[in-house]
């Protein structure tokens, strides 16, 4: 084991979904994002004015990340404009980056942070991971805090209500959903949704217009994002079949990091209201 990681252990530094052990930062890093939901979480952690690099759709906070300058997206980072802001720290996730350009800009960023969250939980571990890194534990201590609380919001919220089965569609030409070992998948059961197709062997497995999904789902669920769905779709969708057909705000189920804590009270509002429709 590295010196680094040694200290890094003794300081209680959790490892990244990689398995690294990244020491404490200096105390002004140069933090590059290339995972929007973890763009907004370094500013809620008090980490804004460090953060040098970001994506273009690394959108929120709004009207604060817009001064961060853009090296590109999630899928075609601009290496050259990353390597010009001279970042110390790069974060990455495993389904949002593609390996070869993390593996290249490994080549002149001294410190890679994967990220991999597949369950509402790891928001936890994700606040516990840049907080010690960049040594902002208060922060990260108030965020677990408000996440615990709209968690067991969420959870009350559920518990009196019965479970549905959805076909969450997140593209169209070919329609795309979620698998059950996925972030939003996960999310959306802690709602009391069951995504369909149940036994999906890819992620974001394409769904054929003849798949069972279509008639055995309760709902079918429209993403905003990362197709942009809009009503006209789900207007349309309603003509083809009976099955009930509503818009759901991408963000609520997709972006993890500070956005959950009010995603969650959304989901439980949102699981609330359409339930007393129902009856």
């Known amino acids: 084991m590295t010196t680094q990681r040694v200290d890094a252990v003794e300081a209680g530094i959790p490892a990244d979904w990689a398995g690294v052990r990244h020491p404490r930062a200096a105390a002004s890093p140069r933090i590059a994002s290339w995972v929007p939901s973890l763009t907004e979480l370094l500013f809620a952690l008090d980490l804004g004015k460090c953060v040098v690099a970001r994506t273009g759709f690394c959108i929120h906070p709004r009207g604060i990340v817009q001064r961060v300058p853009k090296t590109g997206g999630t899928k075609n980072p601009d290496l050259a404009a990353l390597k010009a802001c001279a970042p110390s720290h790069l974060i990455v996730n495993v389904d949002e980056n593609r390996r070869d350009d993390v593996d290249a800009a490994r080549e002149f960023v001294p410190h890679v942070v994967v990220t991999h969250p597949r369950d509402p939980l790891d928001n936890l571990r ?29 959870d009350a919220a559920v518990a009196r209500l019965p479970r549905e089965r959805v076909l969450y569609l997140i593209w169209k030409k070919p329609w795309m959903s979620v698998a059950r070992d996925t972030y939003v998948s996960a999310t959306l059961a802690r709602a009391g949704l069951d995504t369909l197709p149940a036994a999906a062997t890819r992620r974001y497995p394409e769904v054929a217009d003849d798949d069972p999904a279509w008639r055995d789902a309760d709902r079918i669920l429209l993403s905003t994002e990362p197709y942009a769905f809009r009503q006209r779709d789900a207007d349309a969708l309603r003509g083809l079949n009976d099955t009930p057909v509503e818009l759901i705000d991408g963000e609520w189920t997709s972006w993890y990091g500070v956005r959950a804590i009010e995603s969650l009270r959304a989901l439980a509002a949102w699981r609330v209201r359409h339930a007393a429709s129902a009856r």
């Open 126 to 154: 994700l606040y516990a991971l840049l907080g010690a890194i960049f040594d902002r534990g208060h922060d990260a201590a108030a965020l677990t805090r408000d996440f615990q609380a709209s968690l067991a919001a969420l």
